[in-house]
């Protein structure tokens, strides 16, 4: 494993509810998504998914990419705020903390991810939830990988996709 991205999303495509994906995802979501986070080095978000998630605690070290000055995981002492491009964040945070990483950004950082070849691994959780916000092609996304599994539990429909 070196680049993982996670993405939890309604049965309609739907990344968020009020903002937050807790209004998308589920509890069987929640258990593989908190299971992720122990096995990796280094978890890479933007800085408007920390604004609107809750990352004041986490078990590996947190680098926030943001042209924003203002912290928005206070309390969180293994946050790091990174100015660049997430690219160039995958470069440093492997050299800083290890191969593992683990891509918790939005659906934009995770595209122009995937546009530089950038993921070795998609983890898709496709919850029962309708009706929230940021909605995308869950199919479009699926097809840039080559080697697709899925599961499902208690509802929740799990994909793990490689190329």
Known sequence: MSVVATLVVGSDGSTSKESRSA????????????????????????????RHEPYNRTPVPLVVISRSLVNPV?????????????????????????????IEGGISMINELIAHSLIDQLELSVTPATGGEDRIDIQ????????????????????????
């Open 140 to 163: 479009q996304l699926l097809s840039h990988f080559s080697n697709i599994e899925k599961r499902e539990e208690s509802g929740t429909v799990f994909y793990s996709a490689r190329n």
């Open 23 to 50: 209004g998308v995802s589920s509890p069987e979501d929640r258990k593989a998504f908190l299971q992720r986070r122990r096995e990796v080095d280094v978890i890479i978000v933007g800085g408007n998914t920390a």
């Open 74 to 102: 206070q309390g969180n002492h293994l946050a790091l705020f990174w100015n660049c491009s997430p690219v160039s964040a995958i470069e440093k945070a492997r050299t800083l903390f290890g191969e593992k990483i683990l």
